[in-house]
């Protein structure tokens, strides 16, 4: 499984948008890259997953470069509620999922 | 539809005595997952089941720890015996098939030892 590296942690201000950077140098070509929301004292909430260029949905945006060592997580004009630890997961669509410490994200009013 | 739900929601338990972790899955999804969170950690994978079976163990502790999702019922996350160590938060999770890397949680049991 392919390890990730983001940064510890993020400010923004609402209204803002957030960009977050994963690396992942040794993805493999089967190898997925999702990202997930964690809320203070609650559990995980999928994001957002794509394979390569550019996906989007209500939340979020990732885009991914052609090399796919590296994925960017981009959040539109955030929330407070927006506050949260964001986590890059790489691996194939497999059972188990591999979280790292994350990226604290708080947003200022 | 209710989403994943996990009872206790926090479990106090001194050294020694077992703790139960219980989880019921989303409708409609046979597959279950336990995953434990230390403080300022992300979450360590523990065991993968589906109804009756386990399929990946993993990430368990070798001894004390057990988990089950019987045919009926929720599933179960057993620990005997426990240790300060082994507070934290358990989360659950459940998926409807294997394939996916989308997999829904429950609130956690944060469990405290004392």
């Known amino acids: 499984l392919a390890k990730t590296t983001q940064p510890i942690s993020m400010d923004s201000y609402e209204g803002q948008e957030v960009n977050i950077t994963c690396s992942h140098n040794n993805i493999a070509t089967n190898d997925y890259i999702t990202w997930y929301q964690q809320f203070p004292s609650q559990g995980p909430r999928f994001i957002i997953q794509?394979?390569?260029t550019k996906v989007t949905n209500e939340v979020a945006s990732l885009f991914i470069p052609a090399d796919r060592k590296s994925s960017t997580l981009s959040l539109p004009r955030v929330s407070l509620s927006d506050t949260a630890v964001y986590y890059c997961l790489v691996g194939a669509n497999t059972d188990k999922l591999i979280f790292g410490t994350g990226t604290r994200l708080q947003v200022f009013p | 539809n209710a989403g994943v739900m996990q009872n206790p929601r926090h479990l106090v338990r001194r050294r020694g005595q077992e703790a139960r972790l219980r989880c019921s899955p989303m409708?409609?999804?046979?597959?279950v997952y336990w995953y434990r969170q230390l403080p300022e950690e992300g979450l360590k994978f523990m065991v993968y089941?589906?109804?009756?079976?386990?399929?990946?163990e993993s990430g368990m502790p070798k001894e004390r720890f057990s988990a089950e999702f019987p045919k009926e019922g929720p599933s179960i996350l057993r620990i005997q015996q426990v240790v300060r160590g082994d507070s934290a938060a358990y989360f659950c999770?459940?998926?409807?098939?294997?394939?996916?890397?989308?997999?829904?949680f429950g609130p956690g049991t944060r469990l405290t030892v004392t």
């Open positions: 794509g394979y390569k």
């Open positions: 089941l589906q109804k009756e079976n386990i399929i990946d």
């Open positions: 409708k409609g999804h046979s597959h």
């Open positions: 999770a459940s998926s409807p098939s294997r394939d996916g890397y989308e997999q829904y």
